[in-house]
Antibody
Framework: VQLQESGPALVKPSETLSLTCTVSGDSITSGSHYWTWIRQPAGKALEWIGRIHPSGSAHYNPSLESRGTVSIDTSKNQFSLNLGSVTAADTAVYYC??????????WGQGTLVTVSS | DIQMTQSPSSLSASVGNRVTITCRAS??????LNWYQQKPGKAPKLLIF???SLQSGVPSRFSGSGSGTDFTLTISSLEPEDFASYYCQQSYTTPLTFGGGTKVDIK
């Protein structure tokens, strides 16, 4: 299975960060996995953002204060992240990952998103 | 939220050394603990899941142990490719949380 993040590398403060993860080698509708977003500010630890199941069930990190939404597009075998009202603190490398049972077994390569005017 | 505390935050070691990294959870997480390796500029890679199960393809020099609140990742004999950062992660409950990481560098 391979995952690939895509989206703008630069987002202005107060705007919405939008990223897409394209999955190949596995069906996003298989029902066996959650599909997850994780981020990592430069030199810092990993932070779980949220996840979605093909059933539509989604869970988010409360630290995002309800700014994040994860959605799924089964026709394109993709899932997406929208993070609103961004600030410089949202600057990070964003990873998409497959959440199998209770661990992240496949990851995208990551994409750096910078929040700056 | 469950806080995950790793120690040490960094260590220096030589090839062939035995290395032990610890991870402590702020509450009982049973065996829902995973370990990842991350090299600079790369995505994390799953090493150990369920506290002690080795992911397919991971060398047997890596091992994990523990349950409840205290966990350990051990590298029995450090190889040059093992110089990296290591993160623990609890999967007991959301929000899923990671430790602060341990950087292993060359002595």
């Amino acid at each position: 299975v391979q995952l690939q993040e895509s989206g703008p590398a630069l987002v202005k403060p107060s705007e919405t960060l939008s990223l897409t993860c394209t999955v190949s080698g596995d069906s996003i509708t298989s029902g066996s996995h959650y599909w997850t977003w994780i981020r990592q500010p430069a030199g810092k630890a990993l932070e779980w953002i949220g996840r979605i199941h093909p059933s539509g069930s989604a869970h988010y990190n409360p630290s995002l204060e309800s700014r994040g939404t994860v959605s799924i597009d089964t026709s394109k075998n993709q899932f997406s992240l929208n993070l609103g009202s961004v600030t410089a603190a949202d600057t990070a490398v964003y990873y998409c990952a497959r959440h199998t049972v209770r661990w992240f077994d496949s990851w995208g390569q990551g994409t750096l998103v910078t929040v700056s005017s | 939220d469950i806080q995950m505390t790793q120690s040490p935050s960094s260590l220096s070691a030589s090839v062939g050394n035995r290395v032990t990294i610890t991870c402590r959870a702020s509450q009982d997480i049973r065996s829902y603990l995973n370990w990842y390796q991350q090299k600079p500029g790369k995505a994390p890679k799953l090493l150990i899941f369920g506290a002690s199960s080795l992911q397919s393809g991971v060398p047997s020099r890596f091992s994990g142990s523990g349950s409840g609140t205290d966990f350990t990742l051990t590298i029995s004999s450090l190889e040059p490719e093992d110089f990296a950062s290591y993160y623990c992660q609890q999967s007991y409950t959301t929000p899923l949380t990671f430790g602060g990481g341990t950087k292993v560098d060359i002595k």
